[in-house]
Every structure is written in structure tokens, then in C-alpha cells.
């Protein structure tokens, strides 16, 4: 077995360690790559910074905890923008499991920014049912939601006066780690025609540039790096900016990984239309 | 006897895709009572769900088959989460709330993260220049994980503009035309279910 | 999370990740364990925001009787677990399918088909913006022509769907490396949990 055959039957624990070690190296001993800010993520972060101090956004953190690395960090960074920006709040989500996340993440923007509950924000809680809701916020928000998460009831918190439907909303912002994305771009800006900026998980982000072309989406914020992103733009050193180191090492060493792998087999078979794989080198489970 | 399934689908569905269009208060609100049903409906679905679950692996413990003890945990679990979810409810803080962020959650999010090394693997093993086709796939790939990460930038400043561009062009159209072939194949699919074409949902007779 | 919490979260991560050397009876627990809680969690969750909100609460409290058709065709899926209930089962899939068919056809034809034609449609945009704009309108037709399998992909048409092949492999790997991007955070994530929560070695811990 020449030194290429082996090089290609190399055993998987081996890159498995490569890969943890590109995260906890990092991670140990960062040294903060600077984070270029990409033209979605600015326009995500303009269409918020052009709403005037006392405007009234709606925001649905519409994930669980499988997928909080992506969508925590960002939707810190979007509620401390709106609160630095007097935007309000209007808080919910359409997840059992995303009520303690949300309340999480509303507590430490709001500290971090001195926001406090009922002024600047208001916390709905958990609905189930996602197009339910979506059509209750258009008709009758009070009717869907009569009180909040900690039962006040809306009619008395100062800053849901007049607020009823999407029209006293001046934008829909939606964080989100499923489908319920693409059902509030059928609702709430289809029917209702509120306009929304979107965050999502990496892997869905690609899928949602058509509806920023047609500007169904106004911005667009996508996973991890997207919350970095968005943390520079407020200046501030969250969760996602300290993964960016693990995340380019490891990038790089995927990267390696398939220079080394196509140029070994280019070298032991001629290269192109080679097998992908040996018999019996089975890939792992 | 399918004659009244099929005229259940095709009452709900035309009433639904025709309250859509009807912007009065009281035909949205006959429009979410509609919607609430199909909640209720879902729900039992995952209790039958469930059951089914419980009934594969009571029967794994009960013939004491190969991994029985693994199937005790899960019947454990579906036994116990449900009763304490439905006696101190499921919110933050509940037992349950707690149960799910100590045990669910980082259970989760490790399955999850464990295709990070699989996906590594199996891009060192089969991620293969073998065609035209499959070299684009592969440039652009190695293209997006290099440019959208802060090393991208140090190895070359035009590297973010290219990934941007391959977003808003060609990822763009392709996407674009998936959503439209995604949105006829659903609607027409919908229009058969509707009415009465299509009836394999309700399976064998 | 309180110590004992983050500890047991910490075991179950290392449960999981054991699974990269190989298989083995942690893994295995870790993996019935989560079964388990994951189908016991949604139980609880559907008896306490759907079932008790949607069911019991306007039966009981208020006297909604029409209620009881929600919950018949609820207990009709039910019937499912025997061989003869499969007839009375169909009923409430017949419902869901319908609601889900009809929801399907308004929504999808608004925000994907008609919305993004009329993208597709609108002038190219100015200077060299129309050379995308021109790649855009290309490359849509091009991956249509490819999913049109009514006619053979010869001649014209061919050659149409060749060219859409080429667009649908940049998208292909866009998406592939936003997927790694994807799945690496979520291990970033686990990793910053064990180093930071657990064992109090990260920078600022």
C-alpha cells in the first residue's frame, strides 16, 4: 500500500480529533479575527435602525434549545439594537420550549441596555399553532393574546395602548429555526403585508434570498456568523463574535480536508471519474 | 368505504382555501376555529404516535430482545415526562421545564453537533471532483466556507464580494425556481387531494 | 442551571460524543434516553397547550359543544391501533389532510408563485446590474426547464436544462457550505458549554 492508499484509508477518528481540535484550540486561545459585515446582514440592520424612537416591532424567537447557538446570540444582538434604539417590543414565540429562551434572551438585552418590562417591551410567551396565531395577530391581537406571559393584561400595559393587529406594528422581525419563516412571510406580510427582516439558522439561509429579491424579506441575518455580524454593527462582544475563530478553523480544515482527498485520488487514479469510495470503505453512520 | 373521507377532505379543504380570501372578521375567525381543529387533531396524532412507540419497545422488554435494558429508559422516560408535564406543567421552571433543558436540550444539540465531524469525514471520503457538475458543486463549497468566515477575508479581500455574488446570482435563480416548482407541485398536489384524484393518504383499502 | 444540572448535561454530551470512537452502551442510553424524553416532552406539551387550552377548558368551563368534533375526530385517529379502526382513522386524516391541502393552495400561490413571478418579471436593473439581473432570469429558466420532465430533455430544451444544472450545483454548494457553517456552531456551541459551564477554563469563565 503506497503512501496515497493510506493517506485515503486513514482512519475517521483521526480527522473526528482534527475537527475537535480546530473548535477547542480556538476557543482556548482566541485571537479575534476581525468580522466583515455582509450586505444582508446591513440591510437587516438598517431596516431596523430606520424605524423612529417609539416605534413598536414584533418579534417571534421561534426556535428550541437544539439550535439556541445560532439564534440566541443574534436575537440578544437584535433586542439590545432595539432597545438602544427606543424601538418597543413586542416579544413571543411559537415554540413550547422557546418561552424560557426568549425570556432569556429579553432579560439579558434588557439589562445590558436598562429596558425595562411593560415600558419597552412585552413579553407574549408561547401560542400554539402557527398560522392560528399569524391570523389572530392580523385580526385581533388582544383576542389571541388577552394577557401577557405574566398574566397583565394588555389593555393595562402603557406601551401596547393602540396596538392590535400588524398595521400599529411597524415590522415583523422573525428568528427562527424552522418553517414557521416561511408561513410568516405567507401571513404576516402575504396577507397582512407587514414588512419583516429575518434570522434563521445557517442551513435555511440560502433558501431565502429569492424573498429578499423580491423584498417579501428586508434583510436577512443567518446563523452564527450572521449574529456575529450583527453584534459588530452594535459594537458589542457576544457569543457569536467568540465563536468566529472555531468556526474559520474549522472551515479551513473541512476545506483541507477535501483538497487532500480529491488530490490523492487524483494522483492514484488518473482523477476524474474515479469511484467516490472503495468497496467496503463504508462511510461512517 | 371512502366516500365519506374523501367528501371530509373536500369540504375542509375548499372552505379553508376559500376563507383565505374572504378579508371579513367573522370568516377569519371561522377561518381559525378551523385551524385550532386541526391542533386538537395533531395532538392525538402524536399520542397515537406515542403509543405506537410504547407498544414496540414494551414489546422489545417483554421478549427481553437484544438491547431490552436501552428500551426500559425510553419507556421510563415516555412514561414519566408526560405524567409530571400533565400534573406540574411544562413552562420554565416546572419539572419538566427542567428535564428538558438538563436532559433534552443537550442531548439534542449533540446529535446535532455531531454531524459537524461527520460531515468533515465525509467530505475528506466522498466530496469527489468526478464530474463538470460535481467540481462546481465542490468550488463553490470550498469558495463559501472560506469567504464567509473572517479567514477568508485575510487570505484574499475580493473573497466576500465573490460568496455575495454567488448568493444573489446564481444561488438566487436556482433557488427561485426551486420555490416556484416547489409552490406549483404543492398547489396542484393540494387541487388532487382536494378533489379526490389523489387518495393514497388514506391508504390501502 | 444549577451545578448538578450543568453536570448531568456535561455527561450526556460526553454520552453522545463517545459515539466518534465507536459505538458504545453510553451511546446507547444517551440515545433511547432522548427518544424517550423527546416523544414524552411533546405529550406533555400537546396535554398542556393544546389539549387543555383547545378541548378541555371550552367543554368544561364554558359548554362549547362544538368542541366534541374536534375531539371525536381526534379519538377517530385513535382507532388506528386496531386493524378494524383503520376505516374510522381515515375520517380524521381525511380532516387534516383537507385543512393542511387548503391552507396549502392561497398561501403558496400568494408568497411563493405569484411573488416571486412577479420578481422574475420585473425590468433588469440599471448599468451593470443588468448582466445579474440577465444571469438571474437565465439561470430561473434554465433550472425550470430542467424540472419540466413532460418533454424529453433534448434540443432546446436540453440544452436549457443543462444550463439549469449548472445554476442548481452553485446553489447545491452555497447550500452544502452554509450547512457546515451550520453544524459547526452547533459544536462550537457544545464545546463552549463543556469548557465554559463545566470545567471553567475559557477566557472569562
Known amino acids: 500500500m503506497g503512501w496515497v492508499e493510506k493517506l485515503l484509508s486513514i482512519d475517521r477518528r483521526i480527522i473526528f480529533l482534527l475537527v475537535g481540535a480546530g473548535v477547542i484550540v480556538p476557543l482556548l486561545l482566541p485571537v479575534n ?23 413598536r416591532v414584533l418579534i417571534s424567537m421561534d426556535y428550541e434549545p437544539e439550535i439556541m447557538a445560532e439564534l440566541m446570540p443574534m436575537s440578544i444582538a437584535v433586542l439590545r439594537h432595539c432597545f438602544r434604539k427606543h424601538i418597543q417590543v413586542v416579544a413571543m414565540t411559537l415554540y413550547p420550549a422557546g418561552t424560557g429562551l426568549g425570556e432569556h434572551a429579553l432579560d439579558v438585552a434588557s439589562r445590558a441596555e436598562g429596558a425595562v418590562r411593560n415600558r419597552d417591551f412585552v413579553w407574549l410567551g408561547y401560542k400554539s399553532g402557527f398560522q392560528v396565531v399569524m391570523i389572530g395577530i392580523g385580526e385581533n391581537l388582544r383576542g389571541m393574546y388577552p394577557v401577557d406571559f405574566y398574566g397583565t393584561p394588555l389593555d393595562s400595559i402603557p406601551m401596547m395602548r393602540g396596538v392590535n393587529t400588524y398595521a400599529q406594528l411597524s415590522m415583523m422581525i422573525n428568528l427562527s429555526g424552522s418553517s414557521a419563516a416561511d408561513y410568516w412571510i405567507q401571513f404576516a406580510q402575504g396577507r397582512y403585508h407587514a414588512p419583516i427582516v429575518l434570522g434563521c439558522t445557517a442551513v435555511m439561509a440560502t433558501d431565502y434570498y429569492p424573498y429578499l429579491s423580491s423584498r417579501q424579506v428586508l434583510g436577512l441575518i443567518g446563523g452564527m456568523k450572521g449574529a456575529a455580524e450583527y453584534e459588530r454593527l452594535i459594537d458589542v462582544f457576544g457569543d457569536g463574535r467568540r465563536g468566529m475563530d472555531a468556526q474559520s478553523l474549522v472551515h479551513l480544515i473541512v476545506v483541507l480536508l477535501v483538497v487532500v482527498g480529491n488530490a490523492a485520488l487524483f494522483a492514484t487514479r488518473g482523477g476524474p471519474g474515479a469511484p467516490a469510495a472503495r468497496p467496503g470503505e463504508a462511510p461512517p453512520r | 368505504m371512502r366516500r365519506v373521507p374523501l367528501l371530509v377532505t373536500f369540504l375542509s379543504g375548499a372552505a379553508i382555501a376559500s376563507l383565505f380570501f374572504i378579508p371579513h372578521h367573522k370568516a377569519q375567525a371561522v377561518n381559525s376555529k378551523l385551524l385550532e381543529w386541526t391542533l386538537v387533531v395533531y395532538a392525538f396524532a402524536l399520542i397515537l404516535g406515542s403509543l405506537s412507540l410504547w407498544m414496540s419497545h414494551a414489546k422489545k422488554v417483554k421478549k427481553r430482545a437484544e438491547g431490552w435494558p436501552y428500551s426500559m429508559v425510553t419507556l421510563v422516560a415516555l412514561l414519566a415526562i408526560p405524567g409530571l408535564g400533565i400534573w406540574k406543567g411544562v413552562g420554565a421552571g416546572s419539572p419538566v421545564g427542567m428535564i428538558y433543558d438538563t436532559v433534552n436540550a443537550p442531548l439534542a444539540s449533540s446529535m446535532f453537533a455531531l454531524l459537524a465531524f461527520v460531515i468533515a469525514s465525509a467530505a475528506f471520503r466522498a466530496f469527489r471532483a468526478r464530474s463538470a457538475e460535481a467540481t462546481l458543486l465542490l468550488l463553490t463549497a470550498i469558495i463559501m466556507m472560506i469567504g464567509r468566515v473572517s479567514i477568508g477575508e485575510l487570505i484574499s479581500a475580493n473573497l466576500p464580494g465573490i460568496t455575495e455574488w454567488l448568493l444573489d446570482v446564481p444561488n438566487l435563480a436556482a433557488k ?7 409552490g406549483l407541485g404543492a398547489v396542484s398536489t393540494a387541487l388532487k387531494i382536494i378533489l379526490g384524484i389523489e387518495r393514497s393518504y388514506l391508504g390501502r383499502s | 442551571m444549577t451545578p448538578a444540572q450543568t453536570w448531568i448535561a456535561a455527561f450526556l454530551t460526553l454520552c453522545v460524543f463517545s459515539f466518534l470512537y465507536k459505538d458504545n452502551p453510553f451511546y446507547r442510553f444517551a440515545e433511547h434516553l432522548f427518544v424517550g424524553v423527546a416523544a414524552g416532552y411533546l405529550l406533555a406539551v400537546q396535554w398542556q397547550n393544546v389539549l387543555i387550552p383547545n378541548v378541555w377548558t371550552p367543554l368544561v368551563r364554558d359548554q362549547q359543544l362544538l368542541v366534541l368534533v374536534p375531539l371525536a375526530l381526534g379519538l377517530m385517529m385513535l382507532a388506528r391501533l386496531w386493524d378494524k379502526g383503520a376505516g374510522i382513522a381515515r375520517w380524521a386524516i381525511a380532516f387534516y389532510v383537507g385543512i393542511y391541502s387548503g391552507v396549502a393552495i392561497p398561501g403558496y400561490m400568494q408568497a411563493q408563485i405569484f411573488a416571486q413571478l412577479a420578481d422574475a418579471a420585473k425590468p433588469f436593473a440599471p448599468g451593470w446590474g443588468a448582466v445579474n439581473s440577465a444571469l438571474v432570469l437565465i439561470g430561473l429558466l434554465g433550472v425550470l426547464a430542467y424540472f419540466f420532465f ?34 459547526v456552531s452547533l459544536l462550537i456551541a457544545r464545546v463552549q458549554f463543556l469548557l465554559r459551564d463545566w470545567l471553567h477554563v475559557l477566557p472569562g469563565s
Open chain 3, 150 to 183: 413532460s418533454m424529453p430533455h433534448e434540443g432546446v430544451h436540453g440544452a436549457g436544462a443543462r444550463l439549469g444544472i449548472y445554476f442548481l450545483m452553485v446553489a447545491f454548494g452555497a447550500s452544502f457550505g452554509y450547512t457546515v457553517m451550520a453544524r
Open chain 1, 33 to 55: 479575527l476581525p468580522v466583515t459585515v455582509t450586505p444582508r446582514v446591513q440591510a437587516a440592520y438598517d431596516a431596523i435602525d430606520a424605524l423612529p424612537p417609539g416605534s
Open chain 2, 176 to 182: 427561485r425556481a426551486i420555490a416556484i416548482g416547489v
